[in-house]
């Protein structure tokens, strides 16, 4: 505004108006009216004395030279007019000019403040909808979140009565079951005994069953699901202090020992958690069916038509191993969900999981990876939040739970929660097939990513074969990011039944290594999982033996290249020992 008046105060002095010729025009009036009289005065007598009383005393205003003189005057006072009303005029122009300019940029400032006024405008249109649309999108997730808060404080209410009932029932079968069992060691009838261990194990499921649904309905009403579990934790490396000093005792409390069990086996929490999502829960090995071989570092694994897990340490954790479990089975629910949804699927496909522990045994890592499509960035952040799902379709539609409880429990153990999409890497391989003729033949399968998926190039395909008139000795299988040589050896003159086994005592990873595998008949072989930089990463090809029996006519050696599109999950927990050790875990520590 104050611009604006600045701006007409300007325009005052620019002058657009001429001013008239007085001069000039009031000589010209008393020229042509003494010329007039001059005229007249022999027709008007009442004139006439006028012209007596000039010529009398003023004789020389009749006379010729005056009329030549006042005529000359008046043209040059016209000549002097014209003169000035020209220079006046061009001035007016440029003052005309520049009132114009002025008043054009004028109505430019003005049309610029409109424009911005239905800019600012409609921006704050935008933002009062924004804002808006927030608050309702806040407003929706603290009902939903207060609407399950009322509905697990209902649920808590009731089942703490339920709890403290059937797990006192329960406690009391296992107690009085091992009493009897005690009671009767002399008596000898495997059907009684039989029957004892079956009650047994089923009390100890409902137990635990119990005990799992208190602890997630502790969680759910819990206001700070963070600061909830740490505080489990702090009062979990007082029992293990207490513990460490009953065992330094000469006569420790066995009782106190027994009872309180501060710490947990992660293999424990991964075990219980597949015992609900595999389809033959039976087909699950023990945790004491160790499958472990010297310097292969695997100390239990677990694989079916969805899974594939190896378990790479005997570490322990403080605290619950119910939340390290709902960790788990949260993960690997939203890895079975999105891997029913990848638009190229494979036999091959199976959902990883490893754990393992750092090099100072500071922290385990539990890594799960499953073929889901991959996290964009702007909802990396968004996938923890309370309410946030990416499980929109019409037959399931997300509660936006599972990955807000996760992030939530990792926090409480001070752990770390990071998440990476697995994607299709070029790659060259190197595939010897030696013949029992004694002929070797070295074929190089170059692979590029095209459209996101690996391709072989020149074939442009996932799959190459060669066929062999001569039976198949053995086949090696290297490339620049496998870890060691993969070898396949022939056993057929073998006698011994038994499908394809695996010796994996060579645990040296150098370029020189190798892992060597037996095949009797017509065998499919996957590249084993493998862990580059601590990371998992998932079998990249898988390979056909085919000898020349039955509908066969050569003996066939099939390589294919697989789709390893997906999302990897990584939960890293510090472990009791450098819990109680006071050992930070490395991924906290400042770089050198």
Known sequence: MIETMTEIKKTKRFKTAQSYPWLSSFFALLLITYLAGLALK???AEIAPLFEVLSADYSFVLTSRFLISMICIFALLLAWDIQRFKRKRKQVKINTDKLRLEIEDL?????HLNNKAHTYSGHADKLKLFISDKLLEYIEYDEKFLHFKSIAAEVRHNGVISYDIVSSLLQNIIKDESNDEQADKAYTDKARVNKTLIS????????????YLWDLLDLSTADNIALHIANQLINAEEHHYQIMLEKDRSEPDEELTSIIKADFSCQSSIYATLQHLVHEPSSIPSMDDND???????????????????VMTQQALLGNSNHVRLILENLLKNAQHFSRKVPFKQ?????????TESSESEFVDFQVYNRGPLILEDNRQKLFQLGYSTRKTKEHHGKGLGLFF???IVKGYEGLLTLDNVQNQSDSYSIRIALKGGAVETNIVNVEVVDQRAVIIGDQGTSIRW????????VEISSN??????????????SSEGDSTEDDSAEDRSAGSEKISVYKKSESYLQSQQLVNNQLTPPCWSLDIQPKRGGNKTHNVTFNILDITGVRFSIKLPTAQARVEGIEPSWNKPED
């Open 42 to 44: 022999s027709d008007y």
């Open 107 to 111: 109505w430019e400032s003005k049309k």
């Open 200 to 211: 047994r194990e089923i009390a100890q499921q409902g137990l635990d069953s119990m005990r």
């Open 292 to 310: 472990y071989k010297p310097g292969s570092g695997l100390l239990w694994k677990f694989q079916d038509d969805q899974f594939n897990i190896q």
């Open 347 to 355: 036999k091959t496909d199976r959902i990883l999981l490893t754990l």
């Open 406 to 408: 996760v992030n939530e």
């Open 467 to 474: 066929q062999y008139s001569e039976a198949i000795e053995s």
């Open 481 to 494: 990011s496998m870890q060691k040589t993969a070898r396949f050896i022939s056993m057929e003159n073998d």
